[in-house]
């Protein structure tokens, strides 16, 4: 009640105060630098958002296409409503684990003129990080439900901004591609981009278009039409025409426009989080983010000394004798020899008629693997086809708890229409009550639902280290720079990390057991940092890490942070990251092809002394790129490093405070 009483007077207030301006209502940020106006013409909603005085997005008509009618005509806007909003919660898995955010909430009802009630409430929050709408379907009278055709968001860019963006030629993707820098003006019409997509607009303005809160809803994509960029939904399986099918009341994900005129502060930011239901997993103790092999991308290397390596205990039992030794929480049971752990009668890991995900390969006793495992102090998961998986989740789920699995990676979704989007929250709503985590691969762009379903560890949704096994070039740094500005603003970022093998470019093959790499040792280490990732993988095998220069970070970094901050970034050239847990930072620096020197300010750390545990490239790393120079030096808050950075090279350090 207290906090009630001091709370109501100021909304009160608030809204009174913009209530005047009912026929055009705006809504500004809390610190007033972004401010959000709404009008209604004849031909449709519009609106604005100006960012410190000046426009990014001028007038951009909203509309909803439903199966019978156009609603954005001939519609009027009831008295709208206003709020400001503090709210602090905790995240179990994230980049910051305390968030206090504060938004501004304007719902806008909406109804076309003859109609008897609204039909839709348009809502916008402004945080001081950016902009978010949705559309709330509501109840009305002799209807229970509504066929969506289109949602007709548009974002009428002005000023002739950058886009760093993924094209993508269909809705059927697993979202694996090449980024592109280009002016918008330059983007060809109807060419479906993917979100997150960065824009830079002249004098260092960012603004990062995405969604969160996606649930029963179909996924969101960017295309440009007319001169301007509008929303495409993906269509349900089977037609092109439905993209929504749902009862009432319902409502959309979030519309979410990230804006700063520092890149780094969308890349902090926990908006998407925070535009996300609190966490509905009442029981969190057995939710264990950490690192975990995953053997298949080495080739299932196994030493000469095993006998009869294979899908069966004693390969399983090299790898968790190595993730006890070297504090990696978890061992991913995936194949062996191309075949799936489970029987399956199909190929290329595509399940066939009899695939059945509950009945291990002769030669696999999986309860007789966990159990050896947590003696071990090692958790176990596994590998499974979403189209194996899906058909047989209430047994599965049952019984890989029987067994002892810990979680799993859901593979080969490639898509984020309605239908799939509802199945992999049922997934993750169905593994929680049997204490599985769960990592999406071929998957879509997470929305900040790991708030809600902390046992969502990571999504992939990008071009990784994976293809290395095939590809005749290796990713490069240049390809790797482009993930902090684009596809990790929607949170974590699955990536094959751990690759021990970097090679200068002229002696790169391919090499689909123990594949070499691109780039320095350092750039690998400082992956672990600057991805955003609950579930760190360490993909190669043992004998490539034990013992060699740079493990020993890999050894101790974090998956899970208490602070997140970006030290210094330049899009697609250079970012530093700093993230803490406890009262230890680490701190990360990737690169693209050109070398430079950067400076690292400690200005972040508290009073006192430290030591800072510093790996960077090597002198030799053209010629050597697994060569790094370690030392150790005494740092205080007053200190700005100055590192020199390979051309494809990075840098990590840890800081704690000396006792």
Known sequence: MRRLLILFPFIYFFGITLGFAQKN??????????????????????????????TLIADSPLGLQFDNGDFSKNLVAGKAFYRDTTEAYELVVGKTKKVVTRYR??????????????????????????????????????????????????????????????????????????????PVNDIKPDTLMDMPTLFEYPGKIYMAITEAALSNYAGMYLM?????????????????????????????????????????????????????????????????PGKTTFPWWNGNVVPDTINAPGNNFVTNKYYI?????????????????????????GGGFQ?????????????????????????????VRVWVHFYALYPKLDTAFALFEKWGLSGMMVDFMDRDDQQMVQMQEE??????????????????????????YPNEFTREGTLNYEANKWNDIPLSPDHDIYMPFTRMLAGATDYHL????????????????????????????????VLESYLGMVCDYP??????????????????????????????????????KNKDWYIGTINNHEAREITVPLDFLGEGNYTAELYSDAKDVKENPNHLEKKEIAVTKKDILKVKIAGGGGMVMKIREKL
């Open 498 to 529: 751990g690759g021990f093998r970097a090679v200068p470019p002229s002696q790169y093959r391919m090499q689909y057991t123990r594949p070499l790499m691109g780039g320095t040792r350092c750039h690998m280490l400082a992956m672990y940092v």
């Open 25 to 54: 209502p705006r809504l500004s940020s809390p610190d007033g630098n972004i401010v959000f106006s709404f009008k209604i013409t004849s031909a449709a909603p519009v609106y604005s958002i100006l960012f410190k005085g000046k």
């Open 427 to 452: 997934i993750l709503q169905k593994a929680a009550k049997h204490h599985l985590h769960i990592q999406f691969h071929g998957a879509y762009k997470p929305t900040g639902m790991h708030r809600t």
């Open 321 to 345: 004798d190595f993730c006890a030794r070297n504090n990696i929480g978890y061992h991913s049971v995936v194949e062996y020899g191309l075949h799936e752990w489970y029987t399956n009668d």
């Open 105 to 182: 909430e304007l719902i806008i009802p909406l109804k076309e003129k003859n109609a008897a009630a609204a039909k839709v409430n348009f809502i916008v929050r402004a945080f001081d990080e950016g902009i978010a709408f949705r559309y709330q379907f509501l109840p009305q009278a002799g209807k229970s439900s509504f066929t969506l055709l289109d949602e007709n968001s548009s974002f009428n860019l002005v000023n002739h901004p950058v886009a760093n963006t993924l094209f993508l030629p269909s809705f059927t993707s697993s979202h694996e591609g090449f980024y592109t820098t280009i």
């Open 543 to 580: 004998e490539a890490y034990e013992g060699q220069p740079g493990f020993e970070f890999i050894k101790e970094v974090p998956t899970v942070w208490d602070e997140t901050k970006v030290i210094n970034a330049e899009i697609n050239q250079f970012i530093t990251i700093a993230r803490r």
């Open 351 to 379: 399940p066939g008629p009899h695939a059945d995900v509950t009945k291990p390969v002769a030669g696999i006793d999986m309860k007789e693997i966990c159990d050896y495992a947590h003696s071990k102090g090692v958790d």
């Open 224 to 288: 440009k039409h007319n001169g301007i960029l509008k929303s495409q939904l993906s269509p349900l399986p089977g037609q092109t025409a439905i993209k929504v099918k749902a009862e009432l009341p319902h409502k959309s994900p979030w519309r979410v426009l990230m804006i700063s005129d520092r890149v780094g502060a969308l890349i902090e930011s926990n908006i998407l989080t925070s535009l996300n239901e609190p966490c509905k997993i009442e029981d969190v103790s057995w939710i264990k």
